[in-house]
């Protein structure tokens, strides 16, 4: 199976709160289409540091993070980033990644939004058992 990509977007979540008080205009919200890589050796969403700049995401803290080669490196994490993908959404923080690295849509959101890697297509797919709503095990 080759690399997966998947069209999201990328929502600032304070904004939309924001928006919601009436505090700014819907047309103020700030929001990016993204081409991410789908990943599920990722455990998080992955952005750079561009899209952290144009989204203007708060920093939330520092945390390490191993990577495929093994070394441990330190990434700023920030959010809340609201993540859409067809009829699915979540809202989840995100490591940023130096300069412009490929971002990468990693585990936990994927299995937040209910959705799948189609292997004969090679794309990300909703879950088609449960094709209007993410269903989610709570055990």
């Known amino acids: 199976m080759g690399l997966v990509y998947a069209d999201v977007e990328l929502i600032n979540s304070e904004d939309m709160g ?18 991410i ?5 990722a455990y998080n969403l ?8 144009q989204l203007d ?5 520092k945390r390490k993070a191993q990577l495929a080669n093994g070394h441990v490196e330190e990434y700023n994490v920030v959010g809340p980033i609201v993540l859409k993908f067809k009829n699915r959404r979540t809202v989840c ?8 690295s490929e971002p990468l ?13 189609h292997p004969a297509r090679q ?11 993410a269903q ?4």
């Open 18 to 35: 924001l928006a919601r008080r009436y505090m700014i205009g819907e047309d103020e919200v700030k929001r990016m289409n993204v081409n």
């Open 37 to 41: 890589l789908v990943d599920t050796g």
């Open 46 to 53: 992955c952005i750079n540091e561009t899209i952290q700049e």
């Open 57 to 61: 995401l708060p920093f939330i803290e």
């Open 93 to 100: 923080n995100a490591m940023v990644l130096q300069g412009d």
């Open 105 to 117: 849509l990693g585990a936990i959101p994927l299995e937040d939004m209910d959705v799948l890697i």
């Open 123 to 133: 794309e990300l797919i909703v879950n088609p058992e449960h094709p209007y709503y």
């Open 136 to 139: 989610m095990k709570l055990k």
